[in-house]
C-alpha cells in the first residue's frame, strides 16, 4: 500500500477517517455483507455467492498497489463504515468500461452499519475519496451503484456526482448504474 491516509476527524459526527486497520478487515467484511445482503431488491448471498464471498474478503484488495481501503470508527474504535479506493481504475474490478477510464479514481462497495445511518459515515467516507483522488491530481471520480441503493444514490447527486451510462453494466441480471464527479 502507499502512503497512509491522512486520518482526520470528522467533528460533525465524531467520526475517524482512516485506512483499515488489520485487526477490522474481517468485522468489515461481516458488516458488508450484512448491508448489501439485507437490501431490498439486490441479489442475495445464494444468487450472487461469489460477490457476497468478495464482500467477506474486502481486506484482500490491499494486495493491489493503489487500492486502498478507508474506514470510519468512533474515537473509541468502533467500525461505522468503510468504502474501497482504487488509484488506478485498472483495479476497479467492475464489468463495463470502468476499468479502462485513464486518469480516474473509483469507489466500491460503500457499507455504513446500520445503525451509524443518518450520522454522515458515507459523505466522510466518499470525501476522502475525493480528496485522495484530488491528491493523484485525477480528473475524475468514478463509482456505480444500483437502484436498490437509493439513498447512497442520492447522497452522491447531492455530491455533485453525474449519471454516466457509458459505465453501466449487468451483474449477472442486476443493472449497475455508472457515475462521474469531474475534479
Known amino acids: 500500500m502507499t502512503e497512509?491516509?491522512?486520518?482526520h476527524a470528522d467533528s460533525a459526527a465524531g467520526m475517524l477517517i482512516r485506512d483499515l486497520?488489520?485487526?477490522?478487515?474481517?468485522a468489515l467484511g461481516r458488516l458488508m455483507v450484512t448491508?448489501?445482503?439485507?437490501?431490498?431488491?439486490?441479489?442475495?448471498?445464494?444468487?450472487?455467492?461469489?460477490?457476497?464471498?468478495?464482500l467477506?474478503?474486502?481486506?484482500?484488495?490491499?494486495?493491489q498497489p493503489e487500492t486502498r481501503i478507508l474506514v470510519a470508527t468512533t474515537p473509541d474504535n468502533r467500525l461505522l463504515g468503510g468504502v474501497l479506493y482504487f488509484g488506478d481504475m485498472k483495479d476497479y474490478g467492475s464489468g463495463g468500461t470502468a476499468p479502462k477510464v485513464k486518469n480516474?479514481?473509483?469507489?466500491?462497495?460503500?457499507a455504513v452499519?446500520?445503525?451509524?445511518?443518518?450520522?454522515g459515515v458515507g459523505k466522510a467516507l466518499t470525501e476522502a475519496c475525493i480528496e485522495?483522488?484530488?491528491?493523484k491530481a485525477h480528473a475524475e471520480v468514478v463509482l456505480h451503484t444500483t437502484q436498490a441503493m437509493q439513498i447512497a444514490w442520492r447522497m452522491y447527486e447531492k455530491m455533485g456526482f453525474k449519471r454516466s451510462e457509458d459505465l453501466d453494466f449487468l451483474q449477472q441480471d442486476l443493472p449497475?448504474?455508472?457515475?462521474?464527479?469531474?475534479?
Open 4 to 7: 497512509k491516509y491522512q486520518p
Open 21 to 26: 486497520p488489520d485487526e477490522k478487515a474481517e
Open 132 to 135: 485522495l483522488a484530488r491528491n
Open 104 to 110: 480516474a479514481s473509483g469507489i466500491r462497495l460503500l
Open 113 to 119: 452499519d446500520p445503525v451509524a445511518r443518518g450520522m
Open 56 to 63: 467477506a474478503n474486502i481486506g484482500s484488495f490491499t494486495q
Open 176 to 183: 449497475v448504474f455508472g457515475f462521474r464527479l469531474r475534479l
Open 35 to 54: 448491508v448489501y445482503s439485507t437490501l431490498d431488491g439486490f441479489p442475495s448471498p445464494e444468487e450472487q455467492p461469489d460477490y457476497y464471498q468478495m
